[in-house]
């Protein structure tokens, strides 16, 4: 089984994502709820199927082997696996529309 370390980019875009949803989208707390459950149920799922995602190495041309997994239509993160420590470590939540992909 895989640990999940989450980047800070993560945690950033995250926090920047629900107040996107919270104050100009205008989501209610039940809606960003169930939005921050499907993200969290994606990473849990990745501990016991690490290589689950898609694999965007080449097509974003990564130098390292990199992983999409999508939520829903809108939103994506990438993810990288370290075999050697078992740990996947998750990059920032994007909206797909908008993909300017950094690690």
Avoid: C
């Amino acid at each position: 089984m895989y640990d999940i370390e989450y980047s800070e980019s993560f945690r950033d875009s995250l926090d920047s994502t629900i107040k996107y949803w919270r104050d100009s989208v205008k989501f209610s707390e039940e809606r960003i709820k169930k939005y921050v459950s499907e993200i969290a149920k994606s990473t849990r799922s990745l501990k016991e199927y690490p290589f689950l995602g898609k694999d965007v190495q080449s097509m974003y041309h990564f130098h390292e082997a990199t992983y999409r997994v999508n939520i829903g239509r809108k939103y994506a993160y990438f993810y990288r696996v370290d075999t050697q420590k078992k740990v996947i470590e998750i990059g920032a939540l994007y909206n797909t529309s908008q993909m300017n992909v950094s690690f």
